[in-house]
């Protein structure tokens, strides 16, 4: 009798407020213009991408098939987070219901898992093409490509699932206010009122498996691509090969390093206001830079633009 009244006495948070980056009012109003403006611009970004390599012959590759997934992730990616953080610095704070909260929450969870092994897929693309140019048509041949960018998909939404039902099934009794700018796996731990040691583990195992496994794979395929640019006679084709490796790298470092710092941790964060931080960075910034670093520095896509704009 004793448990039951117990649980009876708890009340069940029903939503969550979500007190975003800025409580001031005259910073939120230009962080509003900011973000809303580099939302717009990510879309925009990845939507010729993919436009570009849908009605192109030239860029029906291997390559450019990975990059029309990564960008079509790329629009779904930031709009799970954006909306949240433009409604905090429009209305601060946000409110969120649970059921919405644990939406985001899946969705987040899901398509941070798929750029992972999406990333993992181009660096080995990149490294067959490189490394094993004679092997290439048939490595990296159409059901190959399917079958990795099928399984980035479905990767992504199985861990999604093992974590957000975990986390779903934690008591939230109160309080219920988030500092963050959308339902994340840590924000949501330090408010949960039950023992939270097997849902952290499982949180810490699979953010292992996924970040780590998929950083050791493109870290792999790059120092062979690196090691393999050395011993290429012509300066030229070494500069070119560098400075394409050197950019991606960039991105694939900015990424990891953030994330592997807020997700492969298996204790609660405390220090939330670095937490925001690193999460614009992997959730605003790397959307937006991705489009930039890997298609509109290549020369076929310039080519293709300029035909798209300016007529054959």
């Not at 790329?74 to 799970?80: L, P």
């Not at 950019?247 to 997700?263: K, N």
Request: positive net charge.
């Amino acid at each position: 009798m004793a448990p039951s009244l117990e649980l009876a006495n708890v009340t069940r948070v029903q939503q969550f407020i979500l007190l975003g980056l800025s409580t001031r009012l005259g910073i939120r109003d230009v962080l509003f213009a900011v973000f809303l403006a580099l939302y717009l611009l990510t879309l925009l970004e990845n939507t010729v991408i993919v436009s570009l390599i849908c009605s192109h012959s030239e860029l029906r590759k291997p390559m450019y098939f990975f990059l029309g997934n990564l960008s079509c992730l790329e629009m779904c990616y930031v709009s799970v987070t954006m909306p949240s953080l433009l409604a905090g610095l429009s209305a601060s704070p946000c409110r969120m219901s649970f059921s919405a909260c644990i939406a985001q929450l899946f969705l987040f969870i899901s398509l941070i898992g798929t750029k992972c092994t999406l990333l993992a897929s181009m660096a080995y693309d990149r490294y067959v093409a490189i490394c094993r140019p004679l092997h290439y048509p048939l490595l990296m041949r159409p059901q190959v490509c399917r079958g990795l960018a099928l399984s980035s998909w479905l990767g992504g939404l199985v861990v999604s699932v093992a974590k957000t039902s975990c986390i779903a099934s934690l008591s939230y009794c109160g309080p219920n206010v988030l500092n963050q700018f959308f339902c994340d796996v840590s924000p949501l731990l330090n408010l949960s009122c039950t023992h939270v040691a097997l849902t952290e583990l499982v949180d810490f195992i699979s953010a292992i498996v996924i970040f780590c496994g998929t950083l050791l794979v493109a870290l792999a395929s790059y120092a062979a691509i690196g090691t393999a640019v050395l011993r290429m006679p012509s300066a030229a084709a070494r500069r070119k090969a560098f400075s394409t490796c050197t950019s991606h790298l960039v991105v694939v470092g900015i990424f990891y390093s953030a994330a592997l710092f807020i997700y492969c941790r298996p204790s609660r964060i405390r220090s939330m206001d670095l937490n925001k931080v690193l999460s614009v960075i992997y959730t605003v910034a790397t959307p937006l830079c991705n489009p930039v670093i890997y298609c509109l520095r290549n020369r076929e896509v310039h080519a293709a633009l300029r035909r798209t704009l300016c007529g054959p």
